[in-house]
């Protein structure tokens, strides 16, 4: 299946399969006629722009989160970093200037929310429940075990939680998000759906 957007996706920063996307792109397609969508780790908007894409099928929404410093491996001197994205007036990663222009040059000013925030702060007091989450956001244990527990709770019965960078072998990837992977299977409030590439969806019970 080939997914139109309204931009080349191609010119748009981030860390996406195609497989993955189109994974994603079904999984908030289906569930977002139940609610709104929140994504952990926006980055330049590539995973939002699919989520955008299948919401506005349903005049949905989707809560884009990120602080927009980039994680421990987008900074300065790590293999991910990307000096384009550095500000060298405040010393630091700045994506959210990246993201906004894509999010407005695909004219889906209306369909996403950013929520420029770390995960803990954004969870404070959140009441809206999620038709699905999707969890791509800082790698380490620390971070990754946060995005959980602040959010996973918030999917709707019947809805998806979707977790980017599952590897089972630390050879091929990061193991924080397979942890978390476990976590949720173990937890018998969610059962999966499917692995897509590194990408693994989850159905809430």
Request: glycine share 8%; hydrophobic share 40%.
């Amino acid at each position: 299946m080939t997914i139109k957007l309204p931009i080349d996706i191609s010119n748009v920063k981030g860390f996406l399969a195609d497989d993955e996307a189109e994974a994603l792109y079904q999984a908030a397609l289906e569930a977002s006629s139940r609610g709104p969508v929140l994504e952990i780790g926006s980055y330049c908007g590539k995973s939002t722009l699919y989520l955008a894409a299948a919401c506005r099928q349903n005049d949905s929404v989707v809560y884009a989160l990120d602080h927009h410093r980039g994680s421990e491996e987008h900074q300065k001197g790590e293999f991910f970093h990307d000096p384009d994205l550095y500000d060298g007036e405040s010393e630091q990663l700045d994506s959210f200037r990246e993201f906004r222009k894509n999010i407005s040059a695909a004219g889906y000013n209306d369909i996403v929310i950013p929520l420029v925030a770390s995960s803990e702060v954004a969870s404070k007091n959140w009441s809206t429940f999620l038709s699905l989450v999707f969890i791509d956001g800082g790698h380490s244990l620390d971070a990754a075990l946060t995005d959980y527990r602040c959010w996973a709770s918030q999917v709707i019965r019947g809805g998806i939680l979707a977790i980017h960078d599952i590897f089972k072998e630390a050879s091929e990837g990061g193991q924080a998000p397979y942890t978390i992977w476990q976590m949720a299977l173990n937890s018998g409030l969610f059962e999966e759906i499917k692995l897509v590439n590194s990408l693994g969806l989850l159905r809430r019970l």
